[in-house]
């Protein structure tokens, strides 16, 4: 195994994020179509937060009650994009090792973030990423 094996290694190149002041029925279709569980929030070019499917599923109750749909798109339509995000959150640099980044996500409660060289957005880390790079050493 590498010890120094740098995260832009395992990282997902191309990212898919929102701007702060997009609709959240952006961010819920681009989880759908896309079927990701994280998108980084941009203030312009600057990562300002991270939202997850599972903000959005807390928010939602058509998985919890029948003939609810139009509730779903009301609550969607009422918050925004930062009042349901994770702000500031923890971010990486894409020279980070692997390692340093699984220590994180093993201390932490979270499943991604976001890697940024200087303030820029290079890609995004996941749990599931570090997994994957776990099995290919076995």
């Not at 020279?95 to 979270?110: C, H």
């Given at each position: 195994m590498k010890k120094r094996e740098p995260v832009s290694n395992i990282m997902t190149n191309k990212v898919y994020s929102v701007q702060e002041n997009a609709p959240l029925q952006?961010?819920?279709?681009?989880?759908?179509?896309h079927k990701i569980r994280h998108i980084p929030v941009l203030?312009?070019?600057?990562?300002?937060?991270?939202?997850?499917?599972?903000d959005i599923n807390r928010l939602t109750f058509g998985?919890?009650?029948?003939?609810?749909e139009g509730a779903d798109e009301a609550v969607?339509?009422?918050?925004?994009?930062?009042?349901v995000m994770t702000g500031k959150p923890k971010m990486v640099n894409s020279n980070d090792?692997?390692?340093?980044?699984?220590?994180?996500?093993?201390?932490?409660?979270?499943?991604?973030?976001?890697v940024v060289d200087g303030?820029?957005?290079k890609g995004i880390v996941t749990t599931t990423d570090i997994i994957?790079?776990?099995l290919e050493q076995y």
């Amino acid at each position: 195994m590498k010890k120094r094996e740098p995260v832009s290694n395992i990282m997902t190149n191309k990212v898919y994020s929102v701007q702060e002041n997009a609709p959240l029925q952006e961010v819920v279709a681009l989880f759908r179509k896309h079927k990701i569980r994280h998108i980084p929030v941009l203030d312009g070019n600057k990562v300002s937060g991270i939202i997850s499917r599972t903000d959005i599923n807390r928010l939602t109750f058509g998985a919890l009650f029948e003939n609810q749909e139009g509730a779903d798109e009301a609550v969607l339509e009422i918050l925004t994009v930062p009042q349901v995000m994770t702000g500031k959150p923890k971010m990486v640099n894409s020279n980070d090792s692997i390692r340093d980044v699984a220590e994180i996500f093993a201390n932490e409660e979270f499943h991604a973030l976001p890697v940024v060289d200087g303030e820029e957005l290079k890609g995004i880390v996941t749990t599931t990423d570090i997994i994957k790079y776990m099995l290919e050493q076995y």
